[in-house]
């Protein structure tokens, strides 16, 4: 596994491109002023701008940067999969879905402003994230299949799926594999996505890319765990959204299928198969190891 530049560890990395994806996603947004309904680009900024841990497009740039593309080329790729997330956390806390009144720590898009507002701002931002990657600066080809990946990660086969997975298992006893079925498709989908598109994006080779999806599948699975693990461990002020929802509607859970030991137990393995991925990735993995460490370590 390469190491870091000298003076500049992971952290200070990964601060910086965290930095560079809230500017991208301000910016996308900022270009969207005098050009639609001033409620509706409200909403969208309290949907994207309020914080979060921008996993995804971390990951976009890591695994971009693992690959030998520059920031700037990162860029669009890093702002379309973070605006995806944020489309559907405004969606999955509408009423219809997990009826959810904190995010963040702050108010949900439906309690401060509207419904009918929230859903048509997480609409817009999906469409917003397609637009992005339409203008990326890359090869026609190379948009095309960033355009698909975000597509197939976002749709029926991935997020939206495991969604409706998700709801048809809440009150249901389901078997372990269904489960990791479930968050394969609702939550590492666009986990994997964020890996791909920065793999895309570098124009990495075969090889590289199917190291990268071990290591994202890994994360993928590690990610929802951990969430699992917080919802019954945390509290709503460190989470930032409301603690114990998942036990409270009688979701489907990796503490409540297998237990919490069990679920550390599984947390561990995971966090040795990512790092045995990225062993076989030539390039500068420092960032994606440390993405794969806030990952199983996270408190909210």
Do not use: N
Not at 140 to 169: I, N, S
Not at 234 to 259: E, N, R
Not at 272 to 281: D, E, I, K, S
């Amino acid at each position: 596994m390469a190491t870091p530049e000298a003076g500049s560890g992971p952290d200070d990395t990964l601060a910086r491109w965290r930095s560079r994806a809230d500017i991208a996603l301000a910016a996308a947004l900022d270009d969207l002023e005098g050009r639609t309904e001033p409620r509706l680009l409200a909403a969208m900024r309290h949907a994207v701008l309020l914080g979060g841990k921008r996993m995804r497009p971390l990951l976009a740039y890591a695994a971009g940067h693992a690959c030998g593309a520059r920031e700037e080329q990162l860029d669009a790729a890093a702002a379309a999969v973070e605006l995806v997330h944020a489309y559907s956390l405004v969606h999955d806390d509408l009423p219809a879905m997990d009826d959810d009144a904190l995010r963040r720590g702050r108010p949900t898009v439906h309690v401060a402003f509207d419904e009918a507002t929230a859903i048509l701002a997480g609409d817009a931002l999906q469409a917003l994230a397609f637009s992005l990657l339409a203008g990326a600066p890359a090869s026609a080809e190379a948009r095309v299949a960033m355009l698909a990946e975000l597509a197939g990660a976002a749709g029926a086969a991935g997020m939206c799926g495991g969604q409706a997975f998700d709801l048809a298992a809440t009150g249901v006893s389901i078997q372990l594999e269904a489960l990791e079925r479930l968050h394969s498709m609702k939550t590492g989908a666009l986990l994997r996505a964020a890996v791909r598109l920065g793999a895309l994006t570098a124009d990495a080779d075969p090889a590289t890319r199917q190291a990268l999806d071990a290591f994202a599948q890994a994360l993928g699975l590690a990610f929802q765990i951990r969430d699992d693990l917080l919802d019954i461990e945390g509290d709503s002020a460190t989470l930032g959204k409301t603690a114990g929802k998942d036990v409270a509607q009688d979701k489907a859970t990796f503490p409540a299928l297998i237990g919490a030991d069990a679920s550390r137990a599984r947390l561990d393995g995971l966090a040795r198969q990512m790092q045995q991925a990225l062993t076989t990735v030539p390039g500068d993995t420092t960032a994606l190891d440390a993405l794969a460490r806030r990952t199983v370590e996270r408190d909210h």
